[in-house]
């Protein structure tokens, strides 16, 4: 059984039914008890870093997340879930993340060229880092999917799987050990973002 | 590099497609769900559905075609039509919708727009303007484009991205229904300062109507059109395709 983290953030409806549509039960939950008996933990969110981060901890759902990851469970997070993931964020002053993937997050308008709007919205290539890693078996390079973002990581070292060009490089997606997360939204990005759910749910 | 949208819309009235669907092939032609599969399958980046509903029980149907469809089409949605508070966002939000577009409701009361940029985050917000040429500039209008309100529209898109809106879908009520291209003098003059995507939406008679959109206002991030669509007269493949062949990037 696949948990999609419940913390109050965002519609987690289209996630869930994502995984139905390629054959995998998904349950929507913030119960920690749940998510410890889950195969595979994805963890969703959309909105600020901060506000986010916050409901997390007041859930106590951030150590429930290291407890899974250090078990050994594969974790997926997705758009605001990937930052998470990360050791802090600069959005709206500066907020401690999880800290289970090297790198930060910050701000993309500086580092843009002119003429870029933030947020980036719309459909990006992916252009694959590391095309052998086991979340990218179905994908290929130059596959589009779908971003919504203003803030992007920096500094992920080896654990830069996917970037996608938006004047400059950005990531995409990245992933250390069982810890994986995706700027983008797969569960948005059609087939091809189906793809990388299916990749996930086979590790 | 980041792609030109190409969004198909729907207007739906108690659970079926208005405008009338004219499809080799496609059995229910005005059956929400398999015309939004269709569109998804044709390599639509996007769809907007409209709620033109007026009664309760409409509105209900609505939501279900929402869910069915957000169950079954993994491409982003936005909605609209009836959009009046922050009950109406969480209504349409739970039920599938990706973002959600304010058009009469944030004239009423403005304040809307920030309430759920703050709450759902602005990208979640689109702002949308139904404009026409009054003078020297372009006024806005309301109730689906019946009611002149006097305001200036380049001024009125200032405030609504400056309140909160993440994205903009400016339909001009000049070109709509006309079929002889967008509204490019007034999406330029949007383009030159709004910083966030930009959606033009009335006027699209052909496939050289979106060549000559993202040529000559290149800050226009995607195109949205009805019946030119429905009706068949472009697949949306073709037109991206006719796109690609311009030098435009899109997703094929």
Redesign the interface.
Known sequence: MIAIVDYGVGNLFSLASSFAAIGAEATVTGDAGILRTASHVVLPGVGAFGDARKKLSLRGLDAVLCRIVEEGKPLLGICLGMQLLFARSSEFGTHEGLGLLPGEITDMAPRLPGGLKTPQIGWNALHLVRPEHPLLKYTKEGDFVYFVHSYSAVGCGDALLAETEYGIPVTAAAGRANVMGCQFHPEKSGDAGLSILRAFLEL | ???K?IIPCLDVRDGRVVKGVRFQGLGDVSDPVSLARHY?EGGA?ELVFYDITASAEGRKLFTDVL?ET???V???LTVGGGIAGLADFARV??????KVSVNSGAIADPRIIGEAARR?????VVLSVDAARAGDGWHVFAKGGRVDTGMDALEWIRRGIGEGA??LVLNSIDTDGVKRGFDLPMLQAVCAFA???VIASGGAGSAADFVRLFREVPGV??GLAASIFHFGEVTIRGLKEELAAAGIHV?L
């Open positions: 590099m980041i792609t949208r998804s980046d869910r957000a169950a079954n993994f491409i982003p939000l739970e039920s599938g919708a990706d759902y985050g602005s990208q979640c993440g994205e910083a966030v995507p991030d995607a997703r």
